[in-house]
């Protein structure tokens, strides 16, 4: 699209004249009478460049150049003056506070009147061009921070997946080590105790052979769900595999504590679960043998393996007692 230059004279030989200097640099070639017909064209068009008479009837030009500056999306158009009154320094200073970037004195020098005229539009291209980069550059920016968004959400659900359990979004075994080893160094910095709780379901494997795998993962994440929501936001509950839970009790000083905790846990997983499955309600009830180990400060480099053998013993050892009950670590 061809650039705009707006002619503002009250002459119709002066316009006449204008047109004929113009007629091949360029541009597309707006024609005012008055300074009011002007302000209506700049208000409908964008120009590259408005060369304005100064002296005319009603509005004179700089009457109309001071009107632009004050409309935001007008006053970086460029005016040249187009004036007899050039060798006056008075008017000159005035058309300068009003706006003008430029002087062209009456009569036209045709060289000069079409070499600044060139001049102006190769900086309104060179303008555009610009303009249309840093529209690029904005677009390419909104686009990298959308890129960057999406793979930060991306790299955070791969560690999220790496880190839990796919079925029932606990912590999975590598994030309950990291974590069972945070315990213990606050453990030891702060003179403070936990508890490592090990959870074996009861009755499991008949649940899955009876009613379908999907059934088990149902209940999986019912257990799960409870098991989240009776423990403290410190706390780590964590999935090891198949019916293995693990417990991070945090702040636990007295080891009384720790089993009464556990056993309300015990008899909470015996409830009945109702799962869907395939459309279909079922109820089942399970059981859970749970081995409760406290933890005894040590400068053993195998504390925490020492910590995961006693509550698993325990655990072992409330299995062999008749299942569904907690047993506390010698």
């Given at each position: ?184 160094q606050r453990a030891h910095r ?36 409870r098991l989240s929501a009776q ?100």
């Open positions: 699209m061809l650039p705009k230059i707006l002619v503002v004279d009250d002459t119709s030989a002066n316009l006449v004249a204008m047109r004929r200097l113009l007629v091949n640099c360029g541009a597309q070639l707006f024609e005012a009478t008055s300074g009011n017909q002007a302000l209506a064209l700049c208000l409908d068009h964008q120009f590259a460049l408005i060369l304005l008479d100064v002296n005319m009837p009603d509005m004179d030009g700089f009457e109309v150049a001071a009107l632009l500056g004050e409309t935001e999306q007008l006053r970086e158009t460029p005016i040249i003056f187009v004036t007899a009154a050039y060798a006056d320094d008075l008017n000159k200073l005035k058309g300068y506070r009003s706006g003008a970037v430029d002087y062209i004195a009456k009569p036209i020098n045709d060289v000069i009147l079409q070499s600044k005229v060139r001049v102006f539009l190769e900086l309104h291209a060179a303008r555009a061009e610009l303009q249309q980069a840093m529209a690029a550059l904005s677009e390419r920016n909104r686009q990298l921070t959308v890129e960057i968004a999406e793979r930060e959400r991306v790299e955070a659900l791969v560690r999220h997946q790496a880190s839990h359990d796919t079925l029932t979004g606990l912590p999975n075994r590598m994030l309950f080590r990291d974590r069972l080893y945070g315990a213990i702060h003179h403070g105790l936990f508890a490592l709780a090990c959870i074996d379901i009861d009755g499991f494997k008949n649940v899955n052979d009876t009613h379908g795998h999907a059934a088990g993962d149902a209940l999986l994440q019912q257990i799960a769900a423990l403290r936001g410190n706390d780590t509950v964590a999935r090891l595999g198949g019916d293995e839970f693990a417990l991070i009790l945090e702040e636990i000083n007295d080891q009384p504590l720790a089993l009464q905790l556990c056993q309300k846990l015990c008899a909470l997983l015996g409830e009945p679960y109702s799962l869907v499955v395939n459309g279909c309600s079922i109820e089942v009830r399970i059981g859970a043998s749970i081995g409760v180990a406290p933890y005894v400060p040590s400068d053993r480099p195998d504390v925490e393996e020492l910590l995961i053998h006693a509550a698993d013993r325990a655990m072992y050892e409330a299995k062999r007692s008749g299942k569904n009950c907690c047993v506390l670590a010698s």
